[in-house]
């Protein structure tokens, strides 16, 4: 082989080597919040990211990132070459934890998600969810996050601050309620009714209906009559104690407390869960029906009556609780 071939597959072949070496295996590394550059290559090498430092800080001047490098937590590639490592650091750490926050939850119960997924320290994020202050500076037209920590999958860093996992759940919230042109002088009456048909209906073409009952309730000022919001404010008071209960005994319409819609006309002080897109939207566009009832009938769906009498039927029929 002639030389010069030779020289130009040694250089071709060191390029490939530099550009695209092989795969080393991938490594985990977090860039701490104020870390500078010369901090930041020391920890990549001694991780074996980076080969050597001066080659990458050299690099990096090049590319002019020298202030562009992110905090995060990064899978990156063993020994790749320098301006691999620097486009990734200055995209940002790709978020590693990913949460889903299901319809229906309770703030309480949505911090119990994150704090096992350990992104929260859990006494912390309850008393922010409760700070006045804090709420109202986040655009919530209450004096707690109960109903607005939005139900959907989130991708959180484990750098990321008790707050900062709020702010950002916050913003999603005003995200949908505005794609969803919900009204904001009515946003908490709107997120409260909706709360209710989160928390009654299981079938989705049933929560236009369900909402219309409540709305025709309200109409009739009838009590709302919703299991739920017992159910919610016996959690409020021993969480533990009544967490798994699913069923009301006859006493427990009777306790005392504003979230009781038998014993209060009207809606609940506030939420009793965070709902889902479904059920704010059924709020916004209820059914046209006359029903005043329904029963569950065991299997997820509801039985609904216009009169009483029908609902005492239904009742009797499916051994309902309603």
Known sequence: MKPRLIALFVLILVFVVWWQPLHLGTVEVTITEGAHAREIVDYLAQNSVVRDTDEFLFWLRISG?????????????????????????SRGGKSDIIVTIPEGLTVYETAEILHSNGLIEKDTFLELCANEHFVENLGIPSSHLEGYLFPDTYAFSPMQSDS????????????????MNVPRDSMHWIITLASLVEKEAKVAEER?????????RLATR?????????LYALKQQNYE????KKRLLERDLNLVSPYNTYLHYGLPPGPICSPGK?????????ADVDYLYFVAKGDGRHHFSRTFREHAAAKERYSGTR
Do not use: W
């Open 65 to 89: 990132k020298e202030k562009s490098l992110k905090s995060g937590t990064y899978e990156l590639l063993r020994y790749r070459n320098p301006l691999y490592v620097i486009h990734r650091l």
């Open 164 to 179: 900062d996992i709020i702010m950002t759940i916050v913003r999603n919230t005003h995200k949908h309620i505005e794609d």
């Open 208 to 216: 236009p209906i369900i909402a219309k009952i409540f709305l025709n």
């Open 222 to 230: 009838r009590p709302m009559e919703s299991c739920a919001t017992i």
């Open 241 to 244: 104690k009544f967490r798994s």
């Open 278 to 286: 479904q059920s704010i939207d059924a709020v916004l566009h209820p």
